[in-house]
């Protein structure tokens, strides 16, 4: 789990250096599915990922500014880093005894639902993947190459690029 977490944060960090080459109008411009917006939808990655662990499972004291307090690409990255600096001990100690314990999440309507933490990261995990996919879409609908989603050849099993030729 924690190799996949590593691939999301690289992921998401090439995704800040693409936007970097990206006019804020581009990132701000409406498109279909998701949230909507590129540079909203890198937000949005963040605030889940942190909201989940850091707030639920960890239930830390969180503070997640509205994306209108941080509409800039830089201050959602510095976001990003605040919230890894975060929650990144946690998952670099996640192991099995952490599983299968239980958080409680308070929904919308005031109701108490209890998930284990296993499931609540793999859930993390898994929504900033699909978000992804969806900024690789716009981004294509803008005419530029979109970030590879390739896990292979990232060095996160110990072989780089380089090294898995003819594998």
Same mark, same amino acid.
């Given at each position: 789990?924690?190799?996949?977490?590593?691939?999301?944060w690289q *992921?998401?960090?090439?995704?800040?250096?693409?936007? &970097?080459?990206v006019s804020? #109008?581009?990132?701000?411009?409406?498109?279909?599915?998701?949230?909507?917006y590129i540079?909203p939808?890198?937000?949005?990655?963040?605030a889940v990922e @942190?909201?989940?662990?850091?707030?639920?499972?960890?239930?830390?004291?969180?503070?997640?500014?509205a994306?209108?307090?941080?509409?800039?690409?830089?201050?959602?990255?510095?976001?990003?880093?605040?919230c890894?600096? #975060?929650?990144?001990?946690?998952v670099?100690?996640?192991?099995?005894?952490l599983?299968?314990?239980?958080?409680?999440?308070?929904?919308d309507e005031?109701?108490? *639902?209890?998930?284990? @933490?296993?499931?609540?990261?793999?859930?993390?995990?898994?929504?900033?993947?699909?978000?992804?996919?969806?900024?690789? *879409?716009w981004?294509?609908?803008i005419?530029?190459?979109p970030?590879? &989603?390739?896990?292979?050849?990232r060095?996160?099993?110990?072989?780089?690029?380089?090294d898995?030729?003819?594998?």
């Amino acid at each position: 789990m924690i190799k996949l977490f590593e691939y999301n944060w690289q *992921v998401r960090k090439d995704w800040f250096e693409w936007c &970097a080459a990206v006019s804020h #109008e581009e990132l701000m411009k409406q498109r279909t599915g998701g949230i909507g917006y590129i540079l909203p939808t890198l937000y949005h990655i963040v605030a889940v990922e @942190y909201g989940w662990i850091c707030g639920g499972i960890l239930q830390n004291p969180i503070e997640i500014p509205a994306f209108g307090e941080i509409p800039s690409l830089k201050q959602i990255e510095q976001f990003s880093e605040r919230c890894h600096s #975060e929650l990144a001990p946690f998952v670099y100690g996640w192991n099995d005894s952490l599983e299968d314990r239980i958080m409680i999440d308070i929904t919308d309507e005031g109701e108490s *639902v209890p998930h284990p @933490y296993g499931e609540v990261m793999r859930h993390v995990i898994a929504h900033e993947i699909h978000h992804i996919g969806q900024l690789s *879409v716009w981004s294509r609908e803008i005419g530029k190459k979109p970030v590879t &989603a390739n896990l292979i050849g990232r060095g996160l099993y110990g072989v780089t690029n380089g090294d898995s030729q003819g594998l």
